[in-house]
């Protein structure tokens, strides 16, 4: 997911984003931000924008990432 949106020029992903990715795969919200965050250094480097409106982030200014799943780390178990 990361890396497909850099590859569209993307830096920069939104928190409602990551949740509907988890959705596709029965995830609650909560469990699908947790899991993007337990692979933060793994799979995707970044900064986290803070929400002004409720507790948490909104976003992720993404530094780095993997070119593609090819190049993301061998274990990617969170």
């Known amino acids: 997911m990361v ?4 590859r569209e020029g993307k830096d920069r992903i939104e928190r409602p984003h990551v949740e509907e990715v988890g959705e596709r795969y029965e995830l609650a919200p909560e469990e699908a931000r947790e899991l993007f ?11 986290f924008v803070e929400s002004a409106e409720e507790p948490g982030w909104e976003a ?7 070119s593609s799943a090819t190049d ?7």
């Open 60 to 66: 992720v200014k993404l530094e780095s990432v993997p």
């Open 3 to 6: 890396a497909k949106l850099r």
């Open 72 to 78: 993301a780390p061998d274990d990617l178990s969170v």
């Open 37 to 47: 965050v337990a692979s933060m250094g793994d799979v995707w480097k970044g900064e």
